[in-house]
C-alpha cells in the first residue's frame, strides 16, 4: 500500500506505486457535486419509490387475505401452492426494509402470470387482483422514463441505495473484471499490497516503510503483453520529486543483481517471473513483467519488498492535515488484499476511512465527484503478534514473519488493518485516510 500524501486544504505530497500506477500530481480543489446531480437522484429515489410502495401495500393486501398477517415466505409458498423461489421473491418485495432494493426481487412478466393464477385458484377477490395489477402497470410506466431495461433499472436502484451491498458490488464488478481481463490480456487471482509503517531513526518525527506488493496467479490471456506491476514516486505539495531512500528488502537476491528488481524470490512462482526496472516519466521507477506464455501453464506469483526511508513527517505542525496512503489499482483482479500494519508510536487515536478514487480523468483525483462508493471498510485486525494471515494469499504468514525480520522489526509492535475487497475497480487509488496528529510535544 503505497500511495502516500500528507495535506491539509488543497495541498498534497503523493506518492504513486503499486501496480501499474500513473505518475501523481499534486491533488486538484474538490468541487462539490451540483444541485442538479443531487436533484436528479433525488427525484429517481422519489419516482421510483412511491410506485413501488404502492406495489408493495397491495401486494401484501393479496398475501395477508390469504396467509394472514406478516406470514413467512414457506407460509406463502405452501398456501399459495406455488414454487419456492417465486414465495421468496413474493416475501422479499413485501417485506423488504429497503423499498427500493424490494425491486430487485419483483418477479417479471412471465413469472407474475403464475402468481396471478394461484390468486385466482386461492379466491383472491377480483377487486384485490385489479388494484394490484394497476399498481403493477404504474410501476413498469414510471420505470420506462429512468431506464431502458431491467438491468439497468437494478443497476439504477442497487448504485442509489441508501446502503451499498457487497454482494451486489461484487457482482457488477466482476463484470467488469471479466472485460477488463479480456481487454488488457491478464488477470490476477490476488492482488496483495503491504505498507509497514514505522518511525524512522535516521530522522526525528518522519517515518519509514516497508511496502511488499503481489500479484499472486498472474496470467497473460494473449501473447506480447508486458505488464507494468509497480511504479514509485514521492512527490511534495508543488509536484516536485522528494529524494528518499529506498533499499531492497533481500539485498542477496540473484534477479536484484540481475534486473534491479526487489524479488522475494522465495515466495515467487519457479522457474522466476522474467522482469525489469526502467526509468519512466518524471522520475519514475517501473517494475515490469515481460512477455511470456499465455495461459494457466503461464501463471505468474510476482512478490517484492522494499524499505522507504525518511518517507514523510509522522506528526502535522497544526490541526487540519491528513496523511493517506493507498494502492493503484491497475491490474484486473479477483481479489484486493491491502494492509497496513502501524507502529504504535505512531498516528494515536486517529479513526481510519476508506475512499476510492476513480482516475480516467485526471491521475490521483481526490475530485469529490471521482470518487466511486464502496460498501467495504478498514477493518482493525489488531496486533500483528496475535495473527493476521489469511487464505487468500499463499503462504501470507509466512512472507510477513519474513519480511519483519528482515526488516529488523517485532510483530508485537504493530496494530494491523486491512482492506479486502473482490473484484476492485480498476483504474483506481484504494485510499486509507487519516488526520495527522499534531506534533508530539519536546520531551525534557
Not at 387482483?129 to 443497476?155: C, N
Not at 472485460?179 to 535516521?202: E, H, K
Not at 506480447?224 to 529524494?243: S, V, Y
Not at 481479489?335 to 498516528?347: A, E, I, K, M, Y
Request: glycine share 8%; aromatic share 6%; hydrophobic share 40%.
Amino acid at each position: 500500500m503505497s500511495r502516500l500524501s500528507g495535506r491539509k486544504s488543497r495541498s498534497a505530497r503523493e506518492g504513486a506505486v503499486p501496480d501499474g500506477g500513473a505518475p501523481p500530481t499534486v491533488a486538484s480543489a474538490v468541487i462539490e457535486p451540483t444541485g442538479d446531480t443531487a436533484t436528479g437522484a433525488a427525484q429517481f429515489k422519489g419516482d421510483v419509490a412511491g410506485v413501488v410502495q404502492a406495489v408493495r401495500r397491495r401486494l401484501a393486501a393479496v398475501v395477508e387475505s390469504v396467509c394472514g398477517g406478516r406470514p413467512r415466505a414457506p407460509d406463502i409458498t405452501d398456501t399459495l401452492g406455488i414454487y419456492r423461489k417465486l414465495g421468496w421473491q413474493i416475501w422479499n418485495v413485501v417485506y423488504a426494509e429497503d423499498p427500493l432494493a424490494a425491486i430487485r426481487h419483483l418477479p417479471n412478466p412471465r413469472t407474475l402470470r403464475v402468481w396471478n393464477e394461484a390468486m385466482q385458484t386461492k379466491g383472491v377477490s377480483g377487486e384485490l387482483i385489479a388494484r394490484l395489477d394497476e399498481a403493477i402497470a404504474q410501476f413498469h410506466r414510471s420505470v420506462k422514463s429512468h431506464a431502458d431495461d431491467r438491468e439497468m433499472l437494478e443497476m439504477l436502484v442497487e448504485s442509489n441505495a441508501e446502503a451499498l451491498d457487497e454482494a451486489s458490488a461484487a457482482r457488477w464488478r466482476k463484470q467488469a473484471f471479466t472485460g477488463n481481463a479480456y481487454t488488457w490480456g491478464v488477470r490476477a487471482r490476488c492482488m496483495l499490497a503491504c505498507a509497514i509503517i514505522f518511525p524512522s531513526a535516521a530522522r526525528d518525527g518522519y517515518f519509514d516503510m516497508v511496502r511488499v506488493q503481489g500479484l499472486i496467479g498472474l496470467v497473460r490471456t494473449r501473447p506480447g503483453i508486458r505488464w507494468p506491476f509497480a511504479q514509485l514516486l514521492i512527490r511534495d505539495t508543488e509536484g516536485k520529486k522528494m529524494p528518499y531512500g529506498r533499499e531492497p528488502l533481500a539485498p542477496e537476491s540473484t534477479a536484484l543483481r540481475q534486473t534491479g528488481v526487489p524479488l522475494l524470490e522465495e515466495f515467487c512462482s519457479r522457474p522466476l517471473p522474467r522482469v525489469q526496472r526502467v526509468q519512466g516519466n518524471m522520475g519514475m521507477v517501473q517494475d515490469e513483467l515481460l512477455p511470456g506464455e499465455i495461459g494457466q501453464s503461464g501463471a505468474a506469483d510476482i512478490v517484492t519488498g522494499e524499505i522507504l526511508r525518511e518517507v514523510g513527517p509522522a506528526w502535522a505542525d497544526e490541526p487540519g492535515h491528513t496523511n493517506s496512503f493507498g494502492t493503484g489499482v491497475r491490474t484486473p483482479s479477483e481479489l484486493l488484499v491491502s494492509d497496513q500494519l502501524v507502529h504504535r508510536d505512531l498516528f494515536p487515536g486517529v479513526d481510519r476511512e476508506l475512499l476510492v478514487f476513480g482516475e480516467l480523468m485526471t491521475q490521483l483525483s481526490r475530485d469529490e465527484r471521482d470518487r466511486i462508493p464502496v460498501p467495504e471498510t478498514v477493518q482493525h485486525l489488531g496486533p500483528v503478534s496475535d495473527g493476521i494471515s489469511t487464505a487468500d494469499v499463499p503462504r501470507h504468514g509466512e512472507l510477513l514473519s519474513r519480511v519483519l525480520r528482515l526488516a529488523g522489526l517485532k510483530a508485537d509492535d504493530f496494530q494491523a488493518y486491512r482492506v479486502r475487497m473482490r473484484y476492485p475497480p480498476l483504474p483506481v487509488s484504494v485510499i486509507v485516510r487519516h488526520e495527522m496528529p499534531v506534533k508530539r510535544p519536546a520531551t525534557n
